[in-house]
T-cell receptor
Framework: DGGITQSPKYLFRKEGQNVTLSCEQNLNHDAMYWYRQDPGQGLRLIYY???????QKGDIAEGYSVSREKKESFPLTVTSAQKNPTAFYLCASSGGGLGETQYFGPGTRLLVL | RKEVEQDPGPFNVPEGATVAFNCTYS??????FFWYRQDCRKEPKLLMS???SGNEDGRFTAQLNRASQYISLLIRDSKLSDSATYLC???????????FGTGTQLKVEL
């Protein structure tokens, strides 16, 4: 079955720690995205990548980093510089750019200890 | 004014009712519109894209009003399984920006 997988489902971060969230897709999509969802707010774009080895900052990139070494994979690192990391993180992919239908993974909930 | 605004609800309706949600957007140059459904603590899933002529998919009808800058979603014969949060999503090509609304919560009751 084609789809997007994210791991882990829940992740706990200690103060000053970097953590990496995994996102893999087998839809053969060129574009991949990372969003953050907080209660009472719409999804906000962190980073996106439209092609391998290229990515752009979204609206709230500070404190995050990404890489796109393979078409199938787009990991997100939440660095210690992100002071309020507790949120629901969603990865998505699309066949084209931002205006195309996006398909989401099941998400990772990040909690700070 | 927010770029995309939705009434957060909740809309509590009896099974079998017809319910409609509106979503307003601020940028007149916006060009693509979507409705996504999100169940509690799950990922959003595409419900339908919204076309200029309006479109229907079973019990769901989406319409776009460019003059007044809003899109709507009509659900007929509501089912318990329709209970979810409905997200309005707007794409503006000039700024290459996709904006998600905060969602409207629907609760369908017996």
């Amino acid at each position: 079955d084609g789809g997007i997988t994210q791991s882990p489902k829940y992740l706990f971060r200690k103060e000053g720690q970097n953590v990496t969230l995994s996102c893999e897709q087998n839809l053969n999509h060129d574009a991949m995205y990372w969003y953050r969802q907080d209660p009472g707010q719409g999804l906000r774009l962190i980073y996106y990548s439209q092609i391998v080895n290229d990515f752009q900052k979204g609206d709230i990139a500070e404190g995050y980093s990404v890489s796109r070494e393979k078409k199938e994979s787009f990991p997100l690192t939440v660095t210690s510089a992100q002071k309020n990391p507790t949120a629901f993180y969603l990865c998505a992919s699309s066949g084209g750019g931002l205006g195309e239908t996006q398909y989401f993974g099941p998400g990772t909930r990040l909690l700070v200890l | 004014r927010k770029e995309v605004e939705q009434d957060p609800g909740p809309f509590n309706v009896p099974e079998g009712a017809t319910v409609a949600f509106n979503c307003t957007y601020s940028n007149s140059a916006s060009q693509s519109f979507f409705w996504y459904r999100q169940d509690c603590r799950k990922e959003p899933k595409l419900l339908m894209s919204v076309y200029s002529s309006g479109n229907e998919d079973g019990r769901f009808t989406a319409q776009l009003n460019r003059a007044s800058q809003y899109i709507s979603l009509l659900i007929r014969d509501s089912k318990l399984s329709d209970s979810a949060t409905y997200l309005c999503v707007v794409f503006t090509g000039g700024g290459n920006k996709l904006t998600f609304g905060t969602g409207t919560q629907l609760k369908v009751e017996l």
